[in-house]
């Protein structure tokens, strides 16, 4: 079995629901080293005082305007009953997925299979999500939890105040909207590129040549380097468009 | 205006939008500084070469791959720009999709398109798209390169706006094979269970209202730096009561049930109390 990242149980009402908390994501990204360019040692991180002017080693604490110990920040953690109480339920449609964050997957715990099954397949019956919020490594974590094919799943989400509003925005009008015949054809063409959606069909294919050139740089080999484009701004809208839709035709 | 993280152009057929990429989200994070506990001063941290035992500035500093047999291949900025897709500066749009098809669980970071010029062509292309994709319930989807990394993007129209959202690629997904989920067939509830929790649940149901949902954690983190100025000490807080075991699944639904006709556990208070 997977290795859990957290235990503890889900409430709703009296129901108890143990489970267990899984990464579900993995990155693939390649990483890389920082060397010293002269030697290609590697590089090391050394904390100073400012005032002494030498390496600090243990005796680190943390402060803004004030000091605070460490178990003094935790202390803003919150309940640490290990339990997610979910406080209400909502349609799953009516959450914007910008307010989910990070997402895990839930297994059930010890001897809760029936209430882990009882509870997916109730939100799945319902197409709701419950919220509710989570204690995790000394934070407070607002979540939603929701079926996912044959799981649960947990996302931690983003509160309100941390979204910027699309009227802060200082967005340019137009002198004029798009006229109906502009919309129709951007329609068409929106609709000429209409696929199923297929996470699969789509390839980090950056991270392939980053190891591609890893490897022809172990070789010895030397890498080209090309000249930057510059994009175009758009000309005539309306001929834009229908020589899209011309050339899709074609 | 935030600041750009990224200028390019998103290209939709042969419609071609430039576009600055400003972030969505904004950090409303405490954040700390280190001190030395002796004399309160900052620590700085410094870069050292691990070999020579000197500083070393940045300009000094390359990037190394680590090869399986312990050596190490260098590679610059440029030779990685140089293997950027030769459309760099662009997201072209592939395909559209209905954006109810497209699972959350591929969101990753949101940030909002914003016309890159002040020309009425653009401001007018990017009404076009806007309006399209809101009109249709559709979103585009396309991949572009921000600071050597390649991203699959999500784009759809959000209050007036061009949202983008960077996605994970499916491999970056689990399966969760290895995730106890039930899928028993002995675990399946009976109808009876079904219903019950269904009932439980329409009870605690609610309209979504982000904005009802506050950080306290962040609050009480303020809190926390406001009464230690003050001088006063610090304690952690009592853990709430824990939920009475109650290990028969259908003794637990019928009490929740009981409870919420008396009114006795209306929870959706609870979140605007704390």
């Not at chain 1, 307010?99 to 197409?127: C, I, K, N, P, T």
Request: aromatic share 8%.
């Amino acid at each position: 079995m997977a290795r859990s990242i957290w235990n503890g149980t889900i409430t709703f009402g009296l129901i108890a629901v143990p489970i267990r908390v899984h990464s579900a994501t993995e990155s693939h990204t390649i990483h890389f080293h920082q060397v010293h360019a002269k030697d290609g040692a590697r590089i090391k991180q050394k904390r100073i005082c400012s005032k002494e002017r030498k390496e600090v080693r243990y005796e680190v604490r943390g402060g803004e305007f004030v000091m605070l110990e460490k178990d003094e920040i935790d202390a803003a953690a919150g309940d640490r009953s290990r339990t997610i109480a979910l406080e209400q339920f909502v349609e799953r449609t009516e959450v914007d997925p910008v307010f989910y964050d990070r997402v895990y997957y839930l297994g059930a715990g010890d001897d809760g299979q029936d209430a882990y099954r009882l509870l997916h397949d109730a939100l799945e019956r319902s197409g709701r999500a419950g919220i509710g919020r989570w204690v995790f490594h000394n934070r407070e974590y607002l979540v939603a939890v929701r079926p996912l094919n044959k799981f649960l799943v947990l996302h931690t989400m983003r509160f309100a105040d941390e979204l910027v509003s699309a009227d802060k925005l200082e967005i340019p009008s137009p002198s004029r909207r798009p006229s109906d015949r502009e919309l129709e054809m951007a329609e068409q063409l929106v609709s000429s590129l209409q696929k199923a959606f297929r996470p699969s069909a789509f390839k980090d294919s950056y991270r392939d040549r980053v190891r591609d050139l890893i490897a022809r740089k172990a070789k010895g080999e030397e890498i080209e380097l090309p000249a930057p484009e510059k994009a175009e701004a758009p000309g005539d809208l309306a001929a834009a468009l229908e020589a899209s839709l011309g050339k899709r035709r074609s | 205006m935030p600041r750009a993280l990224w200028s390019g152009s998103l290209s939709f057929g042969l419609v071609n939008v430039p576009v600055v990429m400003v972030p969505a989200v904004r950090d409303l994070d405490l954040h700390f500084r280190q001190l030395h506990a002796k004399d309160g001063a900052p620590i700085d941290v410094q870069r050292w070469c691990s070999k020579e035992d000197v500083e070393v500035g940045w300009d000094e500093i390359d990037r190394a791959f680590e090869l399986d047999d312990g050596g190490q291949v260098i590679v610059t900025d440029e030779e990685l720009e140089a293997i950027e897709p030769r459309r760099t500066r662009t997201i072209e749009i592939e395909s559209f999709v209905d954006l109810s098809e497209v699972d959350p669980i591929y969101f990753d970071h949101p940030y909002y398109l914003l016309p890159a010029s002040g020309d009425d062509g653009s401001a007018r292309a990017y009404r076009l798209l806007t309006d399209v994709m809101a009109r249709t319930e559709r979103a585009a989807l396309g991949q572009f390169v921000m600071r050597a990394k390649e991203y699959l993007a999500i784009v759809r129209s959000h209050d007036g706006a061009l949202m983008l959202s960077t996605m994970l690629f499916a491999d970056e997904v689990r399966d969760g094979n290895d995730v106890e989920n039930a899928a028993q067939k002995s675990h399946k509830p009976s109808a009876q269970q079904l219903k019950a929790a269904a009932a439980v649940i329409e009870e605690l149901s609610g309209k979504w209202e982000p904005g009802e949902w506050k950080d306290r954690y962040r609050r009480r983190l303020r809190d926390v730096v406001a009464r230690k100025r003050k001088g006063q000490t610090i304690k952690a807080p009592k853990p709430r009561e824990a939920v009475p075991e109650m290990p028969d699944l259908m003794a637990a639904l019928e009490q929740t049930l009981a409870d919420m006709r008396e009114g006795k556990s209306d929870k959706r208070r609870e979140k605007q109390e704390a």
